[in-house]
Nanobody
Framework: QVQLVESGGGLVQAGGSLRLSCAASGRAFSSYAMGWFRQTPGKEREFVAGISAAGLNTYYADSVKGRFTISRDNAKNTVYLQMNSLKPEDTANYYC?????????????????WGQGTQVTVSS
């Protein structure tokens, strides 16, 4: 079992930056691919970014490519999402997810564990 706890959300002006963190429990973190997803009320949860277990491969939604960066520190059992040049349309609840596989994917149904989410609000 893996428990995930997100932090770092908040209110920021358009053009600003935030860094989200996701701390994972358990000793198998380095064998899990990780992902970030986001969701707004009335919409489906959508893929934002993913990273393979070793951190060698990263994946991004087109909407965030070039602005967001996913990374991980396996020694700290933590995955990060650096968000730059934020836009009002990035406003959402952001979720961290873990997949019992070394390979990252974009589909949320492939992820096995989820955090509770952290709210990001970007004002115009």
């Amino acid at each position: 079992q893996v428990q995930l706890v997100e932090s770092g959300g908040g209110l920021v002006q358009a053009g600003g930056s935030l860094r989200l963190s996701c701390a994972a429990s358990g000793r198998a973190f380095s064998s899990y691919a990780m992902g970030w997803f986001r969701q707004t009320p009335g919409k489906e949860r959508e893929f934002v970014a993913g990273i393979s277990a070793a951190g060698l491969n990263t994946y991004y939604a087109d909407s965030v490519k070039g602005r967001f960066t996913i990374s991980r520190d396996n020694a700290k059992n933590t995955v990060y999402l650096q968000m730059n040049s934020l836009k009002p349309e990035d406003t959402a609840n952001y979720y961290c997810a873990a997949r019992r596989s070394r390979l990252g994917v974009r589909s949320m149904v492939e992820y096995d564990y989820w955090g509770q989410g952290t709210q990001v609000t970007v004002s115009s």
